[in-house]
């Protein structure tokens, strides 16, 4: 086994962390040639379970990993397509918005692009705990890594994701029955093609929708059928006016907001992000259906408000419970494959709750600048990010926060670095503390 140490050391290498090792990278080099990213995969790759080959983000390419920390910057969106000579292609196309495949092609080419911040791939983050000194002040953190070895840091951020949802209705079936939505691709290129597979679809938003149209193409020959509570497929809200709660700026409003004024905004922002399709996947899924009926082939079929009650295997098919809400009437739907378009798990991810156990914390509690709050002296730091929702608002997880977050956690760190020599630099206490779990 063994053992370094780093002064910034952070957990996955998605775009949360990217924009940070870039913004670290920019406005504080002697922090960055010390700083370290792992990721537990072999490479950048954003959301690689659904990378469709026609599947575009809904969110505008300037809001990318710098451009609204520093619009001069050589990390930009832009000079991505500028450097792989793709720029004059994309205006012509007129759209604010890039296919998903392209966005995670510039992740990857920031990852390669860091001169200073270190990036490891296969290192997979099993464990953290905190570092003591005699007094009991906070003065590090220990990652421990699935190959053993150990990382020291003072400053700790943890952007490794949510944890997948997967009902506990489904938890008894065999692997090989069920993919969730972070894993489509992966399992759906394993399974051979031509067989007549009957595919049940649960979820009524974006990625069980995108699930339903591409397992046609990847499975021709199957009969998909789409299980949702809902009363049937909608699309986002997406006015001007609710997008601007997506503002970096709208965060230091809803930080500051009563908590009934939080929940208010969360319920009532909830159709902009959760629970919808994109229009133009709307669109084409409607029109499948369209002609399903009218060359009367009934391969297609969307179940509404239904929830699936119990799952089995029986000899060599899955049996879903079905229940419906209207009538409380039960029936069985025989498959042979399960999609989850189920999302995330709200509560902490298992490493931020395993962090907070061993640091004796009742809640996981966090300050404007993302910064864990803990009981006691310290001069180490943990920020978490992707986590938030609950006091940053329900941009949090979305592209649309990372240049401004990694700003803000980047000013925080570097006001602990620039106290007089030999202070202790501690961290201090947050006048409120405001739980996010």
Known sequence: ??????????????????????????LAPDVATNSLVIEQADTVSWQPGMLLPDAQSQVSFLKDLVTLRNPRSRFSFVNYLHSVGRLSEFINMGSLWP??????DYFQWVAGSLRNVRLEYARR??????LRDPDGTLTGWLTRLDDGSTIGSRYLVVGAGRDSFVPEEFAALPERRVIHSTRYLQRI???PKGLPYRVAVVGGAQSAAEMFDAVQRDLPGCQPSMVMRSIGLKTYENSK???????PCAVDDFFAARPEARDQMLRE?????????????????YSQLYLDRLTGKGRLRIVTMND?????????????????RRTGAVEELRCDLVLLGTGFVRAMPALVQGLADALGLERVE??????????GPATAACYLQGVNEATHGIADSLLSMQAVRAWDIAKDILARRAAPAGAAAPFPPAPARVPVN
């Open 1 to 26: 086994m063994t053992h370094r140490d780093v002064e910034l050391l952070a957990v996955g290498a998605g775009p949360a962390n990217l924009a940070l090792a870039v913004a670290i990278e920019e």
């Open 99 to 104: 296919y998903r495949v392209e966005i995670s």
């Open 125 to 130: 983050c099993t464990g953290m705990e905190p």
């Open 189 to 191: 290129a394993e399974l």
């Open 241 to 247: 006016f609710t997008n601007e709660l997506y503002f």
């Open 269 to 285: 922002m909830h159709v902009t992000n959760y629970s919808g399709l994109a229009p133009e996947t709307l669109e084409r899924l």
């Open 308 to 324: 699936v009650t119990a799952a089995r295997e029986d000899s060599d098919e899955v049996v879903l419970e079905l229940t419906d």
């Open 366 to 375: 966090v300050t404007r600048d993302y910064r864990l709050l803990v009981d």
